[in-house]
């Protein structure tokens, strides 16, 4: 196989700049031909660059599985070294074009531990490419495969029946095994499959129809990928572009700026600006070229409006007669792609669109078995597992169903202290519309209920491991506050357990909810005007920052008591510690469940080097400061 003639590259882009462009992703493992098959595509393209050319052809020479022919698996395979040196591969993009088309294919590990990984290549992708070896047939990875396809809204499988070399060209091989997927894809909502019956190694139906396969007539995998037509959803929704900025040069100019998620947007449309409701007329379409008379899906552009409407990043701007709903909680598949599991109540960030608004999952209904999409009983989701689960957000969003409209459906979850992408998720449907619920007005008001008492309301937030001495030096806190006339009350863990959170155990989801729950009571009783004292072992960070964020600044002081493990267990008031040790207690803190140590608290109390009563003192005066 000769080495493709140079091209003028001056000349091609003159040419082919206004070529469309198709993302998709391939699936399969490298067994299946899926490096050859891509390799081939990028080499016949000429996307290689002369130096990745020669490479590949003296690689073949010597490490090559085709008696030196051209080994096109060898231009992907470097990655699964990578992989197997650990290093970890997020997904590896290529890009190539011809004539017809430009193209970006998202390389993706196969494995099931890689599922994060496929999820992120298939997050933007129009086409999923689905290789299946001839000789066996459907596995259940290509179940797998196709379901996270599917669960990613992606509409178009190219199914890629390889090594058709191995099986002698049969046309009952292909025709079973094409007739198979389709009735998978059925059932899992994929809606365009074409099968291709090919030999990625011979380049049979790769590029061009193939003599050894006359009984296939339909495209060949390039051809397939050059002439598509992408369905992006069944709906016409109506025009919908989050704002990415506001482009404010000086004072004669607002533009809002963004790319049009669906519909399309002219000049004297009526549109809506959510989640705030407020309408105007689109005056201008601007884009860098010029003004537009109209603009669709895809389109970077900025709009001016009639009105002066307040809008900002992560507002929608949406056609007035067919805007998006608005809900703060929904019903939503998720993708956990977080080394530490999903935790129910867990405060985390939601990126939806352009807007970025707190979330957590209430509860995870279930977890779907990516393997045969069977629902399973879960109280967590760990890596690489599906849940289909309850989510709350802080804050309504304009939204759409995400087989509708993949922009204003799908989102991503953000570890709030690593800023870590931990799932990636898809809204169903909305639970609550938030227009439904409103704040009730009530007269008197926290500062009046204080004033009466004469003080300000405050939270002081004891955490500690057991034994460490909370309840000790709360306690006396609030004898001696009591004894100034302060209007207190204690919330403890233990108390606490016996009523309101009786419910709970002390796995990590409960610990959670446990938080949850009684910061919130906290904050009501300051709303109430007390100073309450919650005497918690509290042992997450992120819980204790979800309790400190329902309270106004200044009102929430985080109290460390910090008793280093050994003496804590050494003390072993109520005998937990050893039964903890004997393993007639699991879960316990500091044993065999983490305590994450407060990193910056308003007071840390060294209970090794001073008595309670000294250090209730400490409290009292930072109080009363
Ligand atoms: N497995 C396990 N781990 C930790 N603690 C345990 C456990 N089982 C029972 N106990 C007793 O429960 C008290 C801790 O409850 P908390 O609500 O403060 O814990 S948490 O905030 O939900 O982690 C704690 O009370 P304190 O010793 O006063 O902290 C223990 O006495
Ligand atoms: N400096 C100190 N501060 C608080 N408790 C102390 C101190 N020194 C010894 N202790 C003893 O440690 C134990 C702490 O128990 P407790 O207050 O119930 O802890 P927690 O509520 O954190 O589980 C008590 O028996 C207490 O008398």
């Keep these: 196989m000769g080495r493709p003639p140079d091209i003028d590259v001056a000349a091609y882009l003159r ?6 462009l198709l993302r998709f992703i391939a699936c399969g493992s490298v067994d299946d031909g899926k490096s050859t098959l891509i390799g081939r595509l990028l080499y016949e393209t000429r996307a290689l660059f002369e130096d990745q050319l020669a490479a590949l052809e003296a690689d073949s020479r010597r490490h090559g ?8 698996a060898l231009l992907l395979d470097g990655l699964s070294a990578e992989r197997e040196q650990g290093i970890t591969i997020d997904v590896a993009y290529r890009y190539f074009g011809t004539e017809r088309r430009r193209f970006v294919v998202a390389d993706c590990p196969g494995h099931e531990q890689y599922t994060r990984n496929m999820a992120t290549g298939a997050s933007n992708a129009d086409l999923a490419v689905v290789l299946v070896d001839a000789r066996k047939g459907l596995l259940p990875q290509t179940r797998r495969h196709s379901y996270i396809v599917s669960l990613l809204g992606i509409r178009h499988v190219l199914l890629a029946v390889n090594k058709m070399d191995l099986v002698g060209y049969d046309r009952a091989a292909f025709e079973a095994i094409a007739e198979g997927y389709r009735a998978l894809a059925a059932q899992l909502g994929v809606p365009q499959v074409q099968a291709v019956p090919l030999s990625a190694l011979r380049g049979d139906n790769l590029l061009r129809r193939s003599p050894a396969m006359p009984w296939y007539r339909g495209p060949s995998v390039l051809e397939h990928l050059e002439t598509v037509g992408i369905a992006r959803a069944d709906r016409d929704l109506g025009f919908r572009m989050p704002v990415q900025w506001v482009n404010r040069p000086n004072q004669d100019f607002r533009g809002f700026a963004g790319t049009v998620a669906a519909g399309e947007v002219r000049p004297g449309d009526e549109i809506v600006a959510l989640p705030s409701g ?20 895809g389109q970077a552009i900025t709009l001016t409006l009639a009105d002066e409407l ?12 067919r805007p998006p709903q608005v809900a703060d909680q929904f019903a939503a598949h998720l993708l956990w792609m977080g080394e530490q599991a999903l935790l129910p109540g867990r405060p985390y960030w939601l990126k939806i669109g352009t807007r970025t608004v707190g979330a957590s999952v209430t509860e995870i209904k279930h977890k779907i078995d990516v393997n045969t999409q ?7 989701l760990a890596l690489n597992e599906v849940g289909y689960c309850n989510l709350y957000l802080d804050q309504p969003v304009p939204f759409e169903a995400y087989a509708d409209d993949r922009t204003l459906g799908g989102f991503i979850l953000i570890d709030r202290q690593s800023n870590a992408t931990v799932a990636a998720g898809t809204l169903d449907f909305a639970l609550r519309r938030a227009g439904n619920i409103h704040w009730q007005h ?24 057991s034994g460490s001495g909370k309840s000790t030096i709360a306690n006396l806190v609030e004898k001696r506050l009591h004894a100034m006339g302060y209007h207190t009350f ?54 204790r920052r979800m309790a400190r964020e329902l309270f106004a600044d200044g009102e929430f002081l985080e109290v460390f008591v910090d008793t280093p493990l050994e003496v804590a267990e050494r003390r072993d008031v109520k005998g937990l510690y050893a039964k903890a040790r004997a393993g007639q207690l699991r879960n316990f803190t500091g ?28 409290v009292i005066d930072h109080l009363l400061d």
């Design 15 to 20: 040419r082919h700049e206004s070529r469309d």
């Design 65 to 72: 599985t085709q008696d030196g022919e051209i080994d096109y």
């Design 278 to 297: 407020r309408r105007s007329r689109v005056a201008r379409v601007v884009t860098a070229d010029g003004d537009l008379a109209v603009a669709g899906e």
């Design 310 to 321: 307040d809008i900002s990043r992560g507002d929608v701007i949406a056609d007035a007669r």
């Design 374 to 380: 069977e629902p399973l009983p879960a109280k967590r």
């Design 442 to 465: 009530l007269d008197v008001d926290k500062a009046a209920r204080a004033r009466i008492k004469g003080q300000q309301p405050r939270c002081l937030w004891f955490t500690g491991l």
């Design 490 to 543: 204690i919330l403890d863990g233990d108390n606490v357990r016996h009523g309101l959170n009786k419910d709970l155990g002390f796995t990590a989801e409960d610990r959670v909810e446990n938080i949850r729950r009684v910061a919130e009571v906290a904050r009501l009783m300051t709303d109430a005007g007390l100073i309450v004292l919650v005497s918690f072992i509290s042992p997450f960070r992120a819980e």
């Design 591 to 618: 044993i065999d469940s983490p305590y994450e140590a407060p990193e910056a608290p308003e007071l840390r109390l060294d209970t090794v080097a001073e008595s309670a009563e000294a250090l209730a003192q400490k």
